[in-house]
């Protein structure tokens, strides 16, 4: 079973704009990964969060954890072409094992 | 290109066939997991390795499928008898915990594809 949810499912927006998207979980962790997909591809590392922290930022993304509503997003801000694709938050519990959930597709427009 | 390389990197067989998929880590990663993805989801966890030995197995690893790590390094990951369920992406990762945390590095993947 999946530990995260994230929302929207999709998303398309216009090149230069920003993408905010959502990731709900359900039991408490040790940290927050993001991955990006692209089409048929392997996983990216973007980005953790540890569950003591409270935002971060790397580049043009920015991650927020909200450890008392179970909830985080990632923002990426100028969205260019080449973000297009599916993102995926990404739970830790325990220093191992990666608990995805169902990913948000993005695309931008040019 | 993260560094962790699968081969190969489609394959199509029949249903009844086995198949085995091989996966090259970053060479100074001593973990190394084995992750299923079907069309719109995210990864699921099959099971993981530090060195050589594989210390966790998820209950979707059913008893035809195996997977080994010998001496540590590449490892492989075995479906016997495939059936039209096992068609997905199989993704590997390693990672290396310390310094960077639990960041794992996916391979390209392998896309099974049971007729």
């Known amino acids: 079973s999946q530990q995260g949810e994230e929302d929207p499912q999709a998303l398309s927006i216009q090149e230069g704009e920003n993408a905010t998207m959502n990731c709900s979980y359900k039991t408490s962790i040790n940290n927050l990964q993001w991955y990006r997909q692209n089409s048929g591809r392997g996983l990216v590392h973007l980005i953790l969060i540890r569950s003591n922290e409270r935002e971060k930022h790397s580049g043009r993304l920015r991650v927020t954890l909200d450890t008392s509503k179970k909830s985080s997003s990632l923002l990426i801000t100028a969205s260019r072409a080449a973000d297009t694709a599916s993102y995926f938050c990404a739970t830790v519990r325990n220093d191992y094992k990666l608990s995805f959930g169902a990913g948000t597709t993005v695309t931008v427009r040019a | 290109d993260t560094g962790v390389s699968q081969n190969p990197r489609h394959k199509i067989t029949k249903r009844g066939q086995n198949v085995t998929f091989r996966c090259d880590p970053i060479s100074e990663h001593n973990r190394l997991y084995w992750y299923r993805q079907t069309l719109g989801q995210g990864p699921e966890f099959l099971t993981y390795?530090?060195?050589?030995?594989?210390?966790?197995k998820s209950r979707l690893l059913s008893d035809r499928f195996s997977a080994e790590r010998p001496k540590g390094s590449f490892s492989t990951l075995e479906i016997q008898r495939t059936e039209q369920g096992d068609s997905a992406m199989y993704l590997c990762?390693?990672?290396?915990?310390?310094?960077?945390?639990?960041?794992?590095?996916f391979g390209p993947g392998t896309r099974l594809t049971v007729t």
């Open positions: 990762a390693s990672s290396l915990p310390g310094k960077q945390g639990y960041e794992q590095y």
């Open positions: 390795f530090q060195n050589e030995a594989q210390l966790e």
